[in-house]
């Protein structure tokens, strides 16, 4: 099969292509650099710049491809939330998705498939409700980022392509939330290893995490089952608190979680993102668990313990 992909230099992106790659697909990535991404990824990755100054090179890279795999955006906890990154965070998903679906609709042959990402945080904070697919969005600003997003992807189906839309969970792997967890600090020391990790605020908030072995998992599982189609939330199907993560983290780096982080030194350190940090959703696989998908790690401590190997081994 042949593949675009976008955000293919992102934590996600990365291992995606890599699967793909690995299992005799063809691959074509989309990045804002693509000299950037010629160096990042396997070298048979075929690499376009996109929304830059040649649009023609990168939407004629749509033309004929099996499925397109859209995961661009600006990582949310990058930085504090001021009006002028939210305005980054809107673009880089709303207006990118805008684009790409407008190129898909002009592509000959057309792309059969979109899988394109979402996030939990469409749910908003809903403290100990369970969430699936089915349910509504939420009221805060990254509810309604989400439900834009989704809501420029979902365009894709007018014009007769399968779209499916990946709310994704807190990712565990090579990289990604748990690094910034581990490594809080501008400085290559981890709190956390010398004993002063601990849960963030009161720690009852839900914890929806899913390892990326699953995340690539359903992202193929998405693109190659034509009943796949909506929202599938793409996180485990035994989600955790914040507190129990924090057990369970420290247990495996067999170090003491002791030291909770306080609500108010969060607020003033992340300002707005530190209610995204405090919140949770106890997201279900519902739609991914109906499709027969089976996951590699439905348990937290087996999901760290190798997430903890890979960073490890960098």
């Known amino acids: ?9 992102g934590f996600l992106g990365r291992a995606l292509c890599l699967r793909l790659i690995e299992q005799g697909d063809e691959v074509v990535a989309l990045s804002r650099s ?4 010629r160096k990042l990824l396997d070298e048979r990755v075929n690499c376009h710049a996109w929304l830059g100054s040649a649009p023609d090179e990168w939407k004629a890279a749509l033309n004929g491809a099996d499925v397109v795999i859209h995961l661009a955006g600006e990582s949310l906890g990058s930085q504090r939330w001021t009006p002028e990154f939210k305005r980054r965070l809107i673009a880089s998903r ?5 684009q790409l679906v407008s190129a898909l609709h002009d592509a000959n042959p057309r792309p059969k498939t979109l899988v394109s990402a979402s996030a ?8 100990d409700e369970p969430l699936t697919e089915e349910s509504s969005a939420g009221k805060d600003f990254l509810a309604d980022l989400c439900r834009q997003w989704e809501e420029e992807s979902q365009r894709a189906s007018e014009f007769d392509v399968r779209v499916v839309r990946l709310r994704i969970g807190i990712v565990l792997g090579d990289g990604g939330t748990l690094e910034k967890m581990l490594y809080p600090l501008p400085i290559p020391i981890s709190p956390w290893k010398l004993g002063f990790g601990g849960r963030l605020g009161d720690g009852r908030q839900w914890l929806p995490w899913v390892h990326i072995e699953d995340v690539v998992g359903l992202c193929l599982l998405s ?3 034509p009943e796949a189609q909506g929202a599938i939330n793409a996180v485990s199907p035994r989600p955790v608190s914040n507190a129990e993560f924090s057990r369970v983290l420290g247990r495996v780096l067999k170090r003491p979680a002791i030291l909770p982080v306080p609500a108010f030194a969060l607020r003033l350190l992340l300002g707005e993102f530190a209610d995204v940090v405090l919140g949770g959703q106890k997201a ?4 991914a668990q109906r499709l027969g998908y089976t996951f590699h790690y439905s348990e937290i401590e087996q999901a760290l313990v190798n997430a903890l190997s890979l960073n490890e081994r960098k």
């Open 223 to 225: 693109a190659q089952n």
């Open 1 to 9: 099969m042949r593949y675009v992909v976008t955000g293919a230099t």
């Open 94 to 98: 709303i207006d990118s998705t805008r």
């Open 34 to 37: 693509a000299e950037s991404a």
């Open 120 to 127: 939990v945080g469409y749910y908003g904070n809903r403290f």
């Open 284 to 287: 279900l696989p519902v739609a």
